[in-house]
Protein backbone atom coordinates (compact mmCIF):
# COMPACT_ATOMS: atom_id res chain seq x y z
CA UNK A 1 0.00 0.00 0.00
CA UNK A 2 1.48 3.83 -0.83
CA UNK A 3 2.68 5.78 1.90
CA UNK A 4 1.61 9.09 1.97
CA UNK A 5 4.98 10.25 1.23
CA UNK A 6 4.54 7.88 -1.82
CA UNK A 7 1.15 9.53 -3.10
CA UNK A 8 2.97 13.41 -2.85
CA UNK A 9 5.32 12.36 -5.12
CA UNK A 10 5.03 13.88 -8.41
CA UNK A 11 4.74 11.08 -11.12
CA UNK A 12 7.93 10.95 -13.59
CA UNK A 13 6.51 11.69 -17.02
CA UNK A 14 4.71 14.54 -14.94
CA UNK A 15 7.28 15.73 -13.44
CA UNK A 16 9.21 15.99 -16.69
CA UNK A 17 6.51 17.94 -18.17
CA UNK A 18 6.12 20.98 -15.65
CA UNK A 19 9.98 20.85 -15.83
CA UNK A 20 9.54 21.76 -19.97
CA UNK A 21 6.97 24.20 -18.97
CA UNK A 22 8.80 25.59 -15.98
CA UNK A 23 12.07 26.28 -18.45
CA UNK A 24 10.17 28.72 -20.69
CA UNK A 25 9.28 30.78 -16.91
CA UNK A 26 11.86 32.96 -16.24
CA UNK A 27 12.03 36.13 -13.18
CA UNK A 28 11.61 39.07 -15.09
CA UNK A 29 8.84 38.04 -17.26
CA UNK A 30 5.37 39.01 -18.11
CA UNK A 31 2.94 36.00 -18.11
CA UNK A 32 -0.26 36.39 -19.12
CA UNK A 33 -2.39 33.49 -17.65
CA UNK A 34 -6.39 32.40 -19.54
CA UNK A 35 -8.25 29.86 -19.10
CA UNK A 36 -11.31 28.76 -19.96
CA UNK A 37 -14.81 30.75 -21.01
CA UNK A 38 -16.94 30.84 -18.32
CA UNK A 39 -14.24 29.99 -15.78
CA UNK A 40 -14.82 27.45 -12.93
CA UNK A 41 -13.39 26.91 -9.66
CA UNK A 42 -10.41 24.71 -11.43
CA UNK A 43 -10.08 27.48 -14.01
CA UNK A 44 -10.14 30.49 -11.85
CA UNK A 45 -7.94 28.62 -8.57
CA UNK A 46 -5.65 27.41 -10.84
CA UNK A 47 -4.69 31.18 -11.93
CA UNK A 48 -4.62 32.56 -8.49
CA UNK A 49 -2.63 29.98 -7.46
CA UNK A 50 0.15 29.90 -10.43
CA UNK A 51 0.13 33.91 -10.50
CA UNK A 52 1.58 33.48 -6.78
CA UNK A 53 3.83 31.24 -7.53
CA UNK A 54 5.28 32.71 -10.50
CA UNK A 55 5.33 36.42 -8.94
CA UNK A 56 6.99 34.32 -5.56
CA UNK A 57 9.59 33.34 -8.61
CA UNK A 58 10.00 37.54 -9.79
CA UNK A 59 7.88 37.20 -13.02
CA UNK A 60 5.00 39.75 -13.64
CA UNK A 61 1.78 38.14 -14.00
CA UNK A 62 -1.65 39.38 -14.91
CA UNK A 63 -5.10 37.25 -15.97
CA UNK A 64 -6.62 37.57 -19.33
CA UNK A 65 -9.58 35.04 -19.65
CA UNK A 66 -12.04 35.44 -22.05
CA UNK A 67 -14.93 35.80 -20.05
CA UNK A 68 -15.62 38.31 -16.77
CA UNK A 69 -14.11 37.00 -13.59
CA UNK A 70 -17.43 35.05 -11.73
CA UNK A 71 -18.73 36.65 -9.11
CA UNK A 72 -18.30 33.61 -6.81
CA UNK A 73 -15.01 33.43 -6.86
CA UNK A 74 -14.28 36.89 -6.18
CA UNK A 75 -12.97 35.79 -2.92
CA UNK A 76 -10.18 34.02 -4.37
CA UNK A 77 -8.81 37.60 -5.45
CA UNK A 78 -6.58 39.75 -3.57
CA UNK A 79 -4.50 42.83 -4.42
CA UNK A 80 -1.89 41.05 -5.68
CA UNK A 81 -3.42 39.56 -8.29
CA UNK A 82 -3.62 41.87 -11.47
CA UNK A 83 -7.51 40.17 -13.45
CA UNK A 84 -7.78 42.22 -16.33
CA UNK A 85 -10.59 40.16 -18.83
CA UNK A 86 -12.28 43.44 -19.14
CA UNK A 87 -9.76 44.62 -21.15
CA UNK A 88 -9.91 41.86 -23.87
CA UNK A 89 -7.68 41.02 -26.24
CA UNK A 90 -5.84 44.46 -25.64
CA UNK A 91 -4.56 42.93 -22.46
CA UNK A 92 -2.20 40.24 -24.14
CA UNK A 93 -0.10 42.86 -25.66
CA UNK A 94 3.31 42.75 -23.79
CA UNK A 95 3.17 39.42 -23.02
CA UNK A 96 6.70 37.17 -23.12
CA UNK A 97 4.85 34.23 -22.08
CA UNK A 98 1.09 33.30 -22.41
CA UNK A 99 0.23 30.26 -19.76
CA UNK A 100 -3.40 28.42 -20.44
CA UNK A 101 -4.79 26.46 -18.04
CA UNK A 102 -7.66 23.72 -17.82
CA UNK A 103 -8.01 23.12 -21.63
CA UNK A 104 -6.86 20.78 -23.90
CA UNK A 105 -9.26 22.82 -27.02
CA UNK A 106 -7.71 26.36 -28.56
CA UNK A 107 -11.70 27.06 -28.77
CA UNK A 108 -12.46 27.10 -25.40
CA UNK A 109 -10.90 30.20 -25.15
CA UNK A 110 -13.84 32.00 -26.90
CA UNK A 111 -13.37 35.15 -28.42
CA UNK A 112 -9.34 35.24 -27.66
CA UNK A 113 -9.21 31.99 -29.56
CA UNK A 114 -7.87 33.93 -32.93
CA UNK A 115 -5.83 36.08 -30.85
CA UNK A 116 -4.06 33.32 -28.73
CA UNK A 117 -3.78 31.34 -32.38
CA UNK A 118 -1.78 34.33 -33.29
CA UNK A 119 0.66 34.98 -30.52
CA UNK A 120 3.96 35.11 -31.33
CA UNK A 121 5.24 33.92 -28.25
CA UNK A 122 5.40 30.83 -26.56
CA UNK A 123 2.32 29.42 -25.60
CA UNK A 124 2.04 26.73 -22.39
CA UNK A 125 -0.44 24.69 -21.28
CA UNK A 126 -0.90 23.19 -18.05
CA UNK A 127 -4.58 20.75 -17.97
CA UNK A 128 -5.82 17.68 -17.33
CA UNK A 129 -8.54 17.23 -19.88
CA UNK A 130 -8.12 14.48 -22.39
CA UNK A 131 -6.03 15.74 -25.35
CA UNK A 132 -7.82 17.61 -28.62
CA UNK A 133 -6.97 17.95 -31.98
CA UNK A 134 -5.69 21.53 -31.62
CA UNK A 135 -4.01 22.74 -28.33
CA UNK A 136 -4.40 25.76 -26.81
CA UNK A 137 -0.71 25.98 -27.19
CA UNK A 138 3.32 24.41 -28.15
CA UNK A 139 4.03 23.03 -24.75
CA UNK A 140 1.44 21.06 -22.88
CA UNK A 141 1.72 19.24 -19.76
CA UNK A 142 -1.24 17.17 -19.17
CA UNK A 143 -2.30 14.84 -17.24
CA UNK A 144 -5.78 13.29 -17.15
CA UNK A 145 -4.87 11.18 -14.23
CA UNK A 146 -4.76 14.46 -12.30
CA UNK A 147 -8.06 15.04 -10.45
CA UNK A 148 -7.70 19.15 -11.13
CA UNK A 149 -5.79 21.04 -13.12
CA UNK A 150 -5.41 22.71 -9.49
CA UNK A 151 -3.37 19.10 -8.84
CA UNK A 152 -1.07 20.18 -11.15
CA UNK A 153 -0.52 23.61 -10.16
CA UNK A 154 0.37 22.59 -6.70
CA UNK A 155 2.95 20.21 -8.57
CA UNK A 156 4.29 22.76 -10.60
CA UNK A 157 5.28 24.27 -7.40
CA UNK A 158 7.26 21.84 -6.10
CA UNK A 159 9.41 22.05 -9.68
CA UNK A 160 9.36 25.46 -8.86
CA UNK A 161 10.27 25.03 -5.78
CA UNK A 162 7.93 27.76 -4.22
CA UNK A 163 6.45 26.45 -0.96
CA UNK A 164 2.96 26.26 -0.76
CA UNK A 165 1.77 28.93 1.72
CA UNK A 166 -1.91 29.47 2.89
CA UNK A 167 -2.62 32.08 -0.24
CA UNK A 168 -1.33 29.44 -2.28
CA UNK A 169 -3.08 26.96 -0.88
CA UNK A 170 -6.71 28.23 -0.43
CA UNK A 171 -7.31 28.68 -4.23
CA UNK A 172 -5.24 24.99 -5.18
CA UNK A 173 -7.90 24.29 -2.56
CA UNK A 174 -10.85 25.15 -4.59
CA UNK A 175 -9.82 24.14 -7.81
CA UNK A 176 -9.58 20.47 -6.36
CA UNK A 177 -12.85 20.94 -4.33
CA UNK A 178 -14.68 22.46 -7.19
CA UNK A 179 -13.39 19.62 -9.67
CA UNK A 180 -14.07 16.79 -7.99
CA UNK A 181 -17.78 18.09 -6.49
CA UNK A 182 -16.87 17.90 -3.51
CA UNK A 183 -14.13 15.04 -3.09
CA UNK A 184 -17.19 12.86 -4.80
CA UNK A 185 -16.11 12.44 -7.83
CA UNK A 186 -14.86 9.25 -9.43
CA UNK A 187 -11.92 11.57 -9.76
CA UNK A 188 -11.09 11.63 -5.99
CA UNK A 189 -7.82 10.07 -5.73
CA UNK A 190 -6.00 9.10 -2.85
CA UNK A 191 -3.94 11.59 -4.04
CA UNK A 192 -6.16 14.43 -4.38
CA UNK A 193 -7.15 13.63 -0.90
CA UNK A 194 -3.23 13.56 0.21
CA UNK A 195 -2.60 16.92 -1.60
CA UNK A 196 -6.24 18.39 0.24
CA UNK A 197 -4.51 17.47 3.78
CA UNK A 198 -1.44 19.28 2.78
CA UNK A 199 -3.03 22.22 2.15
CA UNK A 200 -5.42 21.92 4.82
CA UNK A 201 -1.84 21.63 7.23
CA UNK A 202 -1.04 24.73 5.29
CA UNK A 203 -3.96 26.82 6.65
CA UNK A 204 -6.76 26.53 4.52
CA UNK A 205 -10.28 26.17 6.62
CA UNK A 206 -12.50 24.23 4.75
CA UNK A 207 -15.63 25.39 6.56
CA UNK A 208 -14.64 29.06 5.00
CA UNK A 209 -14.19 27.42 1.91
CA UNK A 210 -17.60 25.86 1.85
CA UNK A 211 -19.40 28.99 3.37
CA UNK A 212 -17.52 30.77 0.14
CA UNK A 213 -17.96 28.86 -2.94
CA UNK A 214 -21.24 26.92 -2.25
CA UNK A 215 -23.62 28.68 0.61
CA UNK A 216 -22.88 32.42 -0.95
CA UNK A 217 -24.98 32.00 -4.29
CA UNK A 218 -27.99 34.48 -4.97
CA UNK A 219 -31.35 33.85 -4.63
CA UNK A 220 -32.07 33.50 -8.89
CA UNK A 221 -29.58 30.43 -8.82
CA UNK A 222 -32.52 28.48 -6.53
CA UNK A 223 -35.01 30.20 -9.04
CA UNK A 224 -33.13 29.06 -11.98
CA UNK A 225 -32.63 25.14 -10.47
CA UNK A 226 -36.90 25.26 -9.97
CA UNK A 227 -36.98 25.94 -13.94
CA UNK A 228 -34.69 22.78 -14.57
CA UNK A 229 -35.98 20.91 -12.65
CA UNK A 230 -39.70 21.28 -13.47
CA UNK A 231 -38.40 19.78 -16.79
CA UNK A 232 -36.62 16.57 -16.13
CA UNK A 233 -37.49 13.97 -17.99
CA UNK A 234 -36.42 10.26 -17.48
CA UNK A 235 -35.75 6.60 -19.09
CA UNK A 236 -35.06 4.06 -16.29
CA UNK A 237 -34.97 1.35 -19.10
CA UNK A 238 -31.77 2.52 -20.39
CA UNK A 239 -31.04 5.02 -17.46
CA UNK A 240 -31.20 8.18 -19.24
CA UNK A 241 -32.27 11.49 -17.56
CA UNK A 242 -32.01 14.93 -18.52
CA UNK A 243 -33.07 18.52 -18.19
CA UNK A 244 -33.85 21.49 -20.19
CA UNK A 245 -33.53 24.81 -20.14
CA UNK A 246 -35.11 27.72 -22.54
CA UNK A 247 -33.28 30.91 -24.37
CA UNK A 248 -33.08 33.50 -21.68
CA UNK A 249 -33.09 31.78 -18.36
CA UNK A 250 -29.77 33.28 -17.08
CA UNK A 251 -32.14 36.78 -18.28
CA UNK A 252 -35.26 35.86 -16.73
CA UNK A 253 -33.33 35.16 -12.84
CA UNK A 254 -30.83 37.42 -13.01
CA UNK A 255 -28.23 34.85 -13.22
CA UNK A 256 -24.83 34.66 -14.66
CA UNK A 257 -23.30 31.33 -16.38
CA UNK A 258 -21.64 30.42 -13.05
CA UNK A 259 -25.10 30.13 -11.80
CA UNK A 260 -25.47 26.81 -13.69
CA UNK A 261 -22.65 24.77 -11.92
CA UNK A 262 -23.81 21.86 -10.49
CA UNK A 263 -27.60 21.60 -12.33
CA UNK A 264 -26.47 18.64 -14.28
CA UNK A 265 -25.93 16.74 -11.12
CA UNK A 266 -29.25 16.75 -10.50
CA UNK A 267 -30.62 14.19 -13.17
CA UNK A 268 -27.31 12.39 -12.45
CA UNK A 269 -28.74 11.65 -8.99
CA UNK A 270 -31.68 9.74 -10.16
CA UNK A 271 -31.28 5.75 -9.07
CA UNK A 272 -30.37 4.21 -12.03
CA UNK A 273 -29.24 6.73 -14.33
CA UNK A 274 -26.26 6.25 -16.28
CA UNK A 275 -26.04 9.24 -18.34
CA UNK A 276 -27.35 12.43 -17.35
CA UNK A 277 -27.76 15.51 -20.15
CA UNK A 278 -28.33 18.84 -19.56
CA UNK A 279 -29.93 20.93 -22.63
CA UNK A 280 -29.68 24.92 -22.44
CA UNK A 281 -30.88 26.38 -25.39
CA UNK A 282 -28.77 29.91 -25.54
CA UNK A 283 -31.19 31.83 -28.09
CA UNK A 284 -28.69 31.74 -31.08
CA UNK A 285 -29.49 28.91 -32.78
CA UNK A 286 -27.22 27.05 -30.57
CA UNK A 287 -27.49 24.52 -27.83
CA UNK A 288 -25.24 23.97 -25.33
CA UNK A 289 -25.45 20.28 -23.98
CA UNK A 290 -23.32 18.88 -20.40
CA UNK A 291 -22.89 15.65 -19.88
CA UNK A 292 -22.86 13.39 -17.18
CA UNK A 293 -22.07 9.88 -16.58
CA UNK A 294 -21.47 7.08 -14.11
CA UNK A 295 -20.05 3.62 -14.24
CA UNK A 296 -18.88 2.50 -17.37
CA UNK A 297 -20.14 5.10 -19.61
CA UNK A 298 -17.50 7.46 -21.47
CA UNK A 299 -19.28 10.40 -22.08
CA UNK A 300 -16.37 12.47 -24.04
CA UNK A 301 -16.99 9.46 -26.79
CA UNK A 302 -20.66 10.50 -26.88
CA UNK A 303 -19.83 14.52 -27.02
CA UNK A 304 -17.32 13.78 -29.71
CA UNK A 305 -19.98 13.05 -31.99
CA UNK A 306 -21.53 16.32 -31.52
CA UNK A 307 -18.09 17.91 -32.10
CA UNK A 308 -17.22 18.79 -28.22
CA UNK A 309 -15.19 16.72 -25.68
CA UNK A 310 -13.78 16.64 -22.17
CA UNK A 311 -13.85 13.68 -19.79
CA UNK A 312 -15.13 10.40 -19.59
CA UNK A 313 -17.20 11.28 -16.95
CA UNK A 314 -17.82 15.01 -17.74
CA UNK A 315 -17.96 16.48 -21.30
CA UNK A 316 -19.58 19.25 -22.97
CA UNK A 317 -20.60 20.19 -26.55
CA UNK A 318 -21.94 22.98 -28.44
CA UNK A 319 -24.80 22.12 -30.68
CA UNK A 320 -25.85 24.16 -34.06
CA UNK A 321 -30.04 24.31 -33.88
CA UNK A 322 -32.30 25.35 -31.52
CA UNK A 323 -33.45 22.56 -28.60
CA UNK A 324 -36.56 21.31 -29.82
CA UNK A 325 -34.33 20.15 -32.83
CA UNK A 326 -31.30 19.34 -31.19
CA UNK A 327 -32.51 17.65 -28.43
CA UNK A 328 -34.33 14.42 -29.62
CA UNK A 329 -31.07 14.06 -32.05
CA UNK A 330 -29.18 13.64 -28.76
CA UNK A 331 -31.77 11.84 -27.00
CA UNK A 332 -31.53 9.51 -29.71
CA UNK A 333 -27.70 9.27 -29.50
CA UNK A 334 -27.43 8.70 -26.04
CA UNK A 335 -30.12 5.86 -25.72
CA UNK A 336 -27.99 3.98 -29.22
CA UNK A 337 -24.89 4.28 -27.07
CA UNK A 338 -25.95 3.31 -23.65
CA UNK A 339 -27.66 0.19 -25.51
CA UNK A 340 -23.96 -0.82 -26.25
CA UNK A 341 -22.81 -0.29 -22.74
CA UNK A 342 -24.15 -3.53 -20.61
CA UNK A 343 -25.88 -2.26 -17.44
CA UNK A 344 -23.51 -2.96 -14.07
MN1 LIG B 1 -10.56 21.17 -14.44
Same mark, same amino acid.
Given at each position: MPTLHDLLAIPPARRDALAAVARHLEPGHTVVLSTHINADGDGCGSEVAVARILQARGLHVRIVNPTPWPQGF??????DIQECSEEGHKALKGADRLLVLDISDVGRLGALADDVRKLKVPRLVIDHHVAHDEPAGDVTASDTAACATGEMIRDLAHVMGVPISADIAVPLYVAMLTDTGGFRF !?? &? !?PRCHAIAAELLAAGVEPEAIYRSVYQSVPVGRLHLMREALASIEHDPSVGLAWISLEPGALERHHVSPEDLDGLAEYPR !??? @? &?RLALFFRDLGHDRVKVSFRST @?????NVLARQFGGGGHAKAAGALIPGVLSAVRPQVIAAARAYLLTIPQD
Amino acid at each position: MPTLHDLLAIPPARRDALAAVARHLEPGHTVVLSTHINADGDGCGSEVAVARILQARGLHVRIVNPTPWPQGFRFLLGPDIQECSEEGHKALKGADRLLVLDISDVGRLGALADDVRKLKVPRLVIDHHVAHDEPAGDVTASDTAACATGEMIRDLAHVMGVPISADIAVPLYVAMLTDTGGFRF !SN &T !SPRCHAIAAELLAAGVEPEAIYRSVYQSVPVGRLHLMREALASIEHDPSVGLAWISLEPGALERHHVSPEDLDGLAEYPR !SIA @G &TRLALFFRDLGHDRVKVSFRST @GRVDVNVLARQFGGGGHAKAAGALIPGVLSAVRPQVIAAARAYLLTIPQD
